[in-house]
């Protein structure tokens, strides 16, 4: 009964939080490229690494943005926190649009990211002091969307399905010099070179997004970290039939912050019945 419970939740999140959200609202092969300072490199080969070089970086703390373009109107989503690559774990605050009246604030919402796990605290309908559990594998997009922010470092692995890729050039990101890179990813080839924790997610998401096909544009610093990544996603919104736009956009800054996510105890996660949005 409790697993059926926290089905429940799950399936409310997902139609209430970005569904309602929505409702209110290709790249060449690469190969043996040379960057500019004159280094060979394989953008293909590099992007695959990028995952693996975060991982090695320890921290950061990360802004995200969420674009979402449905029936003529654009509404955006924005997110700040921090992520621990090597434990996987992670903490958004994430600030809901206005309504379109412009006449209801949404209070933000409290997101702890866990391999295979979103914690949210602040959804409607749940107790101010309760966190809803929600499994990313059963998620349609593999909480690419459903959160309103995408996990930095699911982000990151999303590259590790680079099919194609081509090195833009030189430039710069809040002031850092980087590496511009654009491509398209496949969702499940990224899954197959997944880590444990991220690959049921991403074959949940290549199985239910419109395309498994993730064009994007990713910047990466001298030391191979990412420091931006824009993925454009093809969400089917269960409430419509056309497919929804999606632009997620991660920016990761201040590598090495102490970054201490504490996930909630059981009795901390609410069970019951959300309203559906």
């Known amino acids: 009964m409790a697993e059926r419970r926290r089905g429940l939740v ?3 999140v997902l139609s209430g939080f970005v569904a309602g959200v929505c409702a209110g609202a290709a790249g060449c092969s690469g190969g ?8 060979a490199a394989d953008p293909v080969e590099t992007l695959h690494r990028a995952a693996d070089t975060l991982v090695e970086a320890g921290t950061s703390k990360a802004r995200t943005s969420m674009e979402m373009a449905t029936g003529g109107t654009r509404v955006t989503i924005r997110g700040q926190g921090a992520y621990d690559y090597r434990r996987q774990l992670g903490e958004l605050r994430v600030q809901l649009p206005q309504d379109p009246a412009g006449t209801s604030e949404h209070r933000p919402i409290a997101e702890l990211l866990a391999p295979g796990a979103l914690f949210m605290k602040n959804r409607d ?6 966190w809803v559990r ?5 998620l349609s997009d ?3 969307v459903t959160g309103g922010a995408t996990d930095p470092f699911a982000a990151a692995e999303v590259l590790r399905g680079t099919r194609t890729a081509t090195y833009v050039g030189r430039t710069e990101v809040a002031g850092t010099a980087v590496r511009h890179y654009r491509g398209t990813a496949d969702l499940a080839v990224a899954a197959r070179d997944a880590s444990a924790g991220g690959r049921n997610a991403l074959r949940a998401a290549a199985k239910g997004f419109a395309t498994a096909r993730v064009p994007f544009d990713v910047y990466l610093d001298d030391q191979g970290r990412i420091r931006k990544v824009r993925h454009r996603f093809s969400f089917v919104n269960g409430q419509r039939k056309e497919p929804v736009a ?3 956009t991660t920016l990761l800054y201040d590598f090495g912050a102490p970054v201490d ?3 909630p105890a059981a009795r901390d996660i609410y069970a019951g019945r959300i309203a559906q949005e």
Not at 33 to 39: M, P, Q, S, Y
Not at 125 to 130: L, M, R, S, T, Y
Not at 134 to 138: D, L, Q
Request: charged content about 25%; proline content about 3%; glycine content about 16%.
């Open 134 to 138: 929600v499994e990313t594998a059963t």
């Open 10 to 12: 799950g399936a409310a």
């Open 142 to 144: 593999g909480n690419l």
């Open 261 to 263: 996510v504490r996930l």
């Open 32 to 39: 043996g490229a040379v960057a500019e300072d004159g280094r």
């Open 246 to 248: 999606v632009a997620s």
């Open 125 to 130: 309908g749940v107790p101010d002091d309760k």
